[in-house]
DNA sequence: GAGTGGTCTAGACCACCTA
DNA sequence: AGGTGGTCTAGACCACTCC
């Protein structure tokens, strides 16, 4: 950049960057807009083109821009989020014969559905182990991952793990459970009816493999929920991890104080 | 680098990347250690130091690595997270004579504190007063700006908004509101008990002012929590936005499922 | 003063998309 | 084919920390 217009002392990356995000808060560059290219930005401010890289490096971290390789640079379109809520277990929605994901999603009037990716006998993790009481001589459980979708885009990976004991011989060891409610359902006709749910959530940048698997674009974290279902012993009997791209989905709880 | 060992066809930064990586998972480079700086990096590998800079700042992206000017680059330490409950509420808790925020600090061995930043009154954005149902022309609410510490970390920015009607002529308008039990002890003797929670939950990287006060490193997410309390006619009387530091801290709902 | 990360330059080649 | 972003090089200077 030619000089420090108005004794700006910051970097030219962010001078640039901050130019750009004016731009993209006041409307002049609306949602969906492509940006002036790393070239013709970095020759118009009289810098070098990774200093202009830098810049757009910046937005796009923040979540206002997403680059595409051979297209250009674009302003983020404002996305509807899905907003995953606590009800989603409660027996008010059976009657909709939908999945409280798919329900959510119709909702916003996407299409939504789910994917099987596998079902399998594993030694859970610590973690999982734990909040479910398993004992280490019955360190066992059935595993069932799933990715959910709303149109195109992965928005979930879920995964469940099941106490072994608990799964063995039913139908929950099958792709489709074939259940109308779910697993859910064939819990409860084995003795299992959810009463309580503890829910512990965290947000982070996603791992190498989610970002892959949930096609994040970078700069959008991830929401880890680890779902514990209580039965009506206050025992826990299944547990579900959830993670969820930030950028199109979020969470809500609706609870007595108690 | 030379070439690309084992048929790796994938980017050097990326190879760089994934090789200090395993260090660090291994063990190899424990949590705190100092890592080879980055033209040591880029003479090891016989590659440009911009190219090892771009394998560090994938690490520290996802977390793995903090970069301390005119220090070095040094592996994260593994970080205890204070887990707000949507038991911050209940009454079980007043008898300790401590506030949620205080007493999860404690029980980690941590000292907090917090800082009131300001006290206004002002007119709510927009999806504030839909959530207090402020009509148009009562668009008036009290502000109340917070952080949180834990030691020597700003853990969460908190900001409050109530309607002015019922915050006017209280000791709601004073830095510090005098009350054992904090502004719901307040809120209580002008007859609202919070009997029920309903909390927005989303993840998003900060903004450039949050990154400021939050005193967050690169690619650190916030967790961003809107709640609403709502009183015994099931009316909502008070808004709290939490912006929380996704490294520092998490949630965790225990709910009954209705 | 020596060493570190932070920023920047002025080039280059590659991978991808659009036409 | 031409334009785009993605990666890389081989330098340079600055700001910060530590001795």
Redesign the pocket.
């Known amino acids: 950049?030619t000089s420090p217009e108005g004794g700006d002392?910051?970097?030219?990356?962010?001078?640039l960057a901050d130019e750009l995000r004016r731009s993209i808060e006041s409307g002049e560059l609306p949602a969906g807009a492509k940006?002036?290219?790393?070239?013709?930005l970095?020759e118009l401010h009289?810098?070098?083109?990774?200093?202009?890289?830098?810049?757009?490096r910046l937005l796009a971290e923040s979540g206002l821009v997403i680059?595409?390789?051979?297209?250009?640079?674009f302003v983020r379109p404002a996305i509807s989020v899905i907003r995953l809520g606590n009800d989603r277990y409660s027996p008010r929605y059976r009657d909709t014969g939908l999945s409280p994901f798919l329900l959510e999603c119709a909702k916003q009037g996407k299409a939504g559905r789910f994917e099987v990716l596998s079902v399998e006998r594993v030694t859970p993790p610590a973690d999982v182990a734990a909040r479910l009481k398993l004992s280490p001589d019955t360190l066992s459980a059935l595993r069932r991952e799933n990715v959910f979708w709303a149109d195109a885009d992965p928005v979930q990976r879920v995964t469940t793990w099941l106490p072994w004991a608990l799964a063995d011989g039913t139908a929950l060891l099958r792709d489709e459970v074939g259940h109308p409610f779910g697993i859910h359902g064939i819990l409860e006709e084995r003795g299992h009816t959810m009463t309580r749910i503890h829910d512990e959530i965290s947000a982070r940048m996603p791992t190498p493999d989610e970002r892959e698997h949930l096609q994040l674009s970078?700069g959008v974290p991830v929401l880890d929920v680890l779902h514990t279902s209580i039965d009506t012993e206050g025992e826990p009997y299944e547990l579900t991890r959830f993670v969820m791209r930030a950028d199109l989905s979020g969470l809500r709880y609706d609870a007595p104080v108690e």
């Open positions: 950049m002392r910051r970097p030219a990356s962010e001078r940006l002036s290219s790393e070239r013709e970095a009289g810098i070098a083109r990774n200093t202009a890289r830098q810049a757009i680059a595409e390789h051979g297209r250009g640079v970078p």
